[in-house]
């Protein structure tokens, strides 16, 4: 693979580009600093236990289809019912999150680096499976979102990765053939199999080493730091 095959780089924002855990956690802290009359005699591990299996509960409900209104406010009860906490908190909660949540400057580390570099010689954009609400903001927190070529949301194009529409469309908006796209995401069922599918070129980025599902696609590259892409780029 070299930059002569490739016109454009794709993507994905969630732990690819955005330290999602990190930044969940950190609003979090803000939500119990916010309500402490809720969360009284409640230790923090087991509140952050609670918040994460919930996230992963909603997380694999909304990527087999279910809508995503609702879904957070549904995220919020199911943490308060695992803490034996009253479901009426759920929308407050909800609140605080989706505002401070994505003002969190959580960069994958060396994310904003490899985006500048790249956006030197190729059409640069995203393409998320999530809310424009948060997504925006994440990107203009990290100081990337006015040097993308696109941003292609789920949420506003309703179609969901790993879809191939969704990925045809952002080498559309790009003036570029899928096949001179080389798409980057940490997701191998969405962001892999799903840009695979619509006829991109792949980039897994893997930093917890982590193993592909039951459907096996070729992947062109693999990496576990975005630092890698630049030497596989140039």
Avoid at 154 to 161: N, Q, T, V
Avoid at 196 to 202: D, E, F, L, Q, T
Avoid at 210 to 233: H, N, S, W
Wanted: proline share 4%; charged share 25%.
């Amino acid at each position: 693979m070299t930059k002569n095959d490739i016109g454009a780089v794709l993507f994905d924002i969630d732990d690819t580009l955005y330290d999602r855990n990190a930044a969940q956690y950190m609003a979090l802290d803000i939500i119990v600093q916010r309500l402490p009359e809720i969360f009284k005699g409640i230790d923090k591990e087991r509140a952050t236990a609670a918040f994460m299996e919930s996230d992963i509960i909603t997380t694999l409900e909304f990527d087999a289809g279910a809508p995503g209104e609702g879904i957070r406010d549904r995220r919020s009860r199911i943490f308060l019912s695992a803490l034996g906490l009253p479901e009426e908190y759920a929308g407050t909660i909800t609140e605080i999150y989706v505002t401070e949540y994505p003002k969190v400057k959580a960069e994958v580390p060396g994310a904003v680096a490899a985006i500048r570099e790249l956006t030197k010689t190729f059409k640069v954009g995203v393409v998320s499976n999530s809310f424009a609400d948060v997504q925006y903001q994440k990107l203009e927190v990290l100081g990337l979102r006015h040097g993308l070529s696109c941003i292609v949301l789920s949420d506003e194009l309703g179609i969901r990765k790993p879809e191939p529409g969704i990925f045809t469309h952002a080498a559309s908006l790009l003036q570029v053939h899928p096949t001179e796209c080389l798409y980057v995401g940490d997701s191998y069922a969405n962001d892999i199999i799903g840009a695979n599918n619509a006829g991109m070129k792949v980039c897994w980025f893997n930093p917890e080493h982590k193993k592909p599902g039951t459907k096996y696609v070729q992947v062109d590259y693999e990496i576990q730091e975005l630092a890698e892409l630049i030497t596989v780029l140039t």
